[in-house]
């Protein structure tokens, strides 16, 4: 994975940390905001307005009625983000120990575990997310990166394209898809 890649996603998580730092605590994936939202993404013209929905959908996917479920999140995050991954992970392993039912723990432990170079166990926590929450777009994106680094190009393109069709506005999907889809013509030529 790129350096640009990788900053991105540190920043992206840094950021959405913050923004659900200011908001109250009580939903997970179940959310009924959820659904119009969604909608309201998937009719997004613009990437600015994609945008804007896109981190309240984070905001609510980040949100736990459990304040130690939160905190772990939190601990979690920031040592990702100081790339600290061995306690990143074990802070998610925390999560996704006393809170199963939580997508977002899922997930943030595949990323974890993709930064690693991990991509067996991590697509398995994108599995489990997805399973939780089926409309995990960010899950989606990274199955993608993982059957890239996989060098599955058929499986990027499945998974990418679920993401695009979800959020129809992600630049580094839509890069990474165009990407994928060359290399999968020139591996059968």
Same mark, same amino acid.
């Given at each position: 994975?790129?350096? +640009?890649?990788?900053n991105?996603?540190f920043? +992206?998580?840094?950021? $959405? ?15 009924? !905001? ?5 909608? *309201?993404l998937?009719?997004?013209?613009? +990437? ?14 980040? =949100?736990? !009625?459990?304040?130690?479920? %939160?905190?772990?999140?939190? @601990? ?5 983000? *100081?790339?600290q ?10 999560? $996704? =120990?006393?809170?199963? =039912? ?17 991509? *067996? ?7 489990? $997310?997805?399973? @939780?929450?089926?409309?995990? +777009?960010? &899950? ?6 993982? !059957?890239?680094?996989?060098k599955?190009w058929?499986? &990027?393109?499945?998974?990418?394209? &679920? ?20 290399? %999968?013509?020139?591996?059968m $030529?």
């Open positions: 994975m790129n350096r +640009f890649l990788l991105s996603i920043c +992206f998580s840094l950021a $959405t940390v913050l923004l659900v730092m200011g908001s109250s605590i009580m939903a997970v994936q179940n959310d009924p !905001r959820l659904d119009l939202l969604f909608k *309201n998937k009719a997004s013209v613009s +990437f600015q307005k994609a945008s804007s929905v896109e981190i309240q959908i984070w905001k609510i996917w980040m =949100e736990h !009625r459990n304040p130690r479920a %939160q905190s772990l999140m939190f @601990l979690g995050i920031g040592a990702m983000n *100081n790339q991954l061995g306690k990143a992970l074990a802070h998610f392993n925390q999560l $996704t =120990e006393i809170e199963p =039912e939580f997508a977002e723990g899922w997930n943030k432990r595949a990323t974890v575990l993709y930064l690693m170079g991990r991509f *067996n166990e991590s697509e398995e926590d994108i599995l489990r $997310t997805l399973k @939780l929450e089926p409309k995990h +777009f960010g &899950a989606l994106s990274g199955q993608g990166m993982i !059957r890239m680094a996989l599955d058929s499986g &990027a393109i499945t998974a990418l394209e &679920a993401g695009l069709r979800i959020h129809p506005h992600m630049p580094g999907v839509i890069r990474n898809l165009e990407y994928v889809r060359k290399k %999968q013509k020139e591996s $030529t």
